[in-house]
Every structure is written in C-alpha cells, then in structure tokens.
C-alpha cells in the first residue's frame, strides 16, 4: 500500500515561492508517475505536474509552465514542487499522487491510484 504525506503549504503574497514535499512510502511499481494536483474551493480537482521514476519523463499543465518544477528524490522517493511567481489563482488544497506503469503521461484524477490528504496554499495579491 501506497502512502503519501504532503507538507510545506503555506501563505504567501503573490510573486512569493513555496516548496512543497510529498513523503512516499509502499511499492515503487505503483509510484511510477508521481503527481501534484490541486483544488480551490468550489472548483474540481486539477492536474499541476507529474514525473516518471527516475525523472525520465516530466508532464506539466499549462498554466504551471516556467513557474513550476516537479522533482524526485531517488533515495527516498519523496516529490518535489517548486513554485515560483505564484499568482492568486495558484490558491488552494495540493494534493500528491501515484500510479503505476503508463506510457503516456497524464493528469487526469481518474488516472491516479493513491492520494496524499493534502497541503494549503494561499497566494494573497
């Protein structure tokens, strides 16, 4: 089984940085993509940002791109995301994720077997 725990949330002004981190642990077959998700109140869950085990393969969403960067640790298999210039809309609960083996990249909730509880953001202007 799978476990993911999110942390490094935070509140920050917008053009602000945060750091967020997802401790993972279980079975690295079904931790092959790696992912970030997020969700502002009264909006669906989105895709951000996702990885392939040994960092062969990076996904972002377009609304990420040049702000953001997802990285693995190889030891510990923990996941990075760096966000840089954050902007108001960039607000909400961060979610990480995993599955296992897929060709394709993707960033459809639907497409991910394990989730983290989640970490805040808060972006103010």
């Known amino acids: 089984q799978v476990q993911l725990v999110e942390s490094g949330g935070g509140s920050v002004q917008s053009g602000g940085s945060l750091r967020l981190s997802c401790a993972a642990s279980?079975?690295?077959?079904?931790?092959?993509?790696m992912a970030w998700f997020r969700q502002a109140p009264d909006n669906e869950r989105e895709g951000v940002a996702a990885q392939t085990s040994g960092r062969n393969r990076t996904y972002y969403a377009d609304s990420v791109k040049g702000r953001f960067t997802i990285s693995r640790d190889g030891a510990d298999g923990t996941l990075y995301l760096q966000m840089d210039n954050l902007k108001p809309e960039d607000t909400g609960t961060y979610f990480c994720?995993?599955?296992?083996?897929?060709?394709?990249?993707?960033?459809?909730?639907?497409?991910?077997?394990?989730w983290g509880q989640g970490t805040q953001v808060s972006v103010s202007s």
């Open positions: 279980g079975p690295t077959w079904n931790r092959y993509w």
């Open positions: 994720a995993s599955r296992g083996y897929r060709y394709d990249p993707t960033l459809r909730t639907s497409d991910y077997d394990y």
